[in-house]
């Protein structure tokens, strides 16, 4: 059983950075791979970025050059670092894991954290 907790959310002006961050608990957490995908109103969910076992990242056009997906495996965490942000990034972001290679489906979710881009 893997448990997900998403920090980092907030208020931010168009241009601005956030990082959100995902602490993972259980073992292994080295053999999942991890996203983030974001929900906003009226929207179905997506993926926003992803990275695999083996480190390698993978983003969304609509982020790509802006966000960077990393993870620490010593700390069984992954992290969204999110620059030059505008307010269609609005939207509750949810960190997600499964266990194998690369995301398709997600095991396990965390609870979402809000992410507002308004001036």
């Known amino acids: 059983q893997v448990q997900l907790v998403e920090s980092g959310g907030g208020l931010v002006q168009p241009g601005g950075s956030l990082t959100l961050s995902c602490a993972a608990s259980?073992?292994?957490?080295?053999?999942?791979?991890m996203g983030w995908y974001r929900q906003a109103p009226g929207k179905q969910r997506e993926l926003v970025a992803h990275i695999q076992t083996d480190g390698i990242t993978n983003y969304a056009d609509s982020v790509k050059g802006r966000f960077t997906i990393s993870r620490d495996n010593a700390k069984k965490t992954v992290y969204l670092q999110m620059n030059n942000l505008k307010p269609e990034d609005t939207a509750v972001y949810y960190c997600?894991?499964?266990?194998?290679?690369?995301?398709?489906?997600?095991?396990?979710w965390g609870q979402g954290t809000q992410v507002t881009v308004s001036s």
């Open positions: 997600a894991a499964e266990r194998r290679k690369t995301i398709a489906t997600p095991d396990y």
């Open positions: 259980g073992s292994f957490f080295r053999n999942y791979a």
